[in-house]
């Protein structure tokens, strides 16, 4: 079972709820609105104990208004198939940029741009 985690991450955006709905229905993550007077989301790529700590290997991370233009993320987030994964890119609205490409012995991975021109990228191992 792949969770679809990164190590850390945090993805700006000019339309936080846009990205919100893609990436929830892209990964399946949790995305919720931070409690407080900050415009911050936290978004849970695998699930978390009562004191929000990961329950099994991952990363959980967040999402906030862009700071600045050139305020872009690259996350490298696993998943089972790049193949699949890159045509519901597609589907949703992003564009895959750096198609599917061998590591050998290690992995499959393909860049890619979320609607509001994220990079970050896919990665399917090859054990």
């Known amino acids: 079972m792949v969770d679809h985690t990164i190590a850390h991450f945090e993805i700006p955006a000019n339309d936080v709820e846009q990205l919100r709905k893609f990436y929830t229905e892209l990964f399946g993550w949790k995305i919720e609105r931070w409690p407080g007077p900050s415009e911050y989301w936290t978004i849970s790529t695998v699930p978390v104990d ?11 991370g967040g999402m906030m208004k862009k700071q600045n233009p050139q305020h872009k993320p690259t996350n490298y987030i696993l998943v089972e198939s790049v193949d699949e994964y890159a045509k519901k890119i597609e589907d949703l609205g992003g ?3 750096v198609p599917k ?5 290690i992995c499959w ?8 021109g994220n990079q970050f990228a896919i990665m399917e ?3």
């Open 95 to 97: 564009k895959v940029v």
């Open 109 to 116: 991975w393909a860049l890619a741009v979320d609607p509001e």
């Open 50 to 60: 009562e004191k929000g700590e990961p329950i099994r290997p991952g990363v959980n």
């Open 125 to 127: 191992s090859i054990t």
């Open 101 to 105: 490409t061998r590591v050998p012995g």
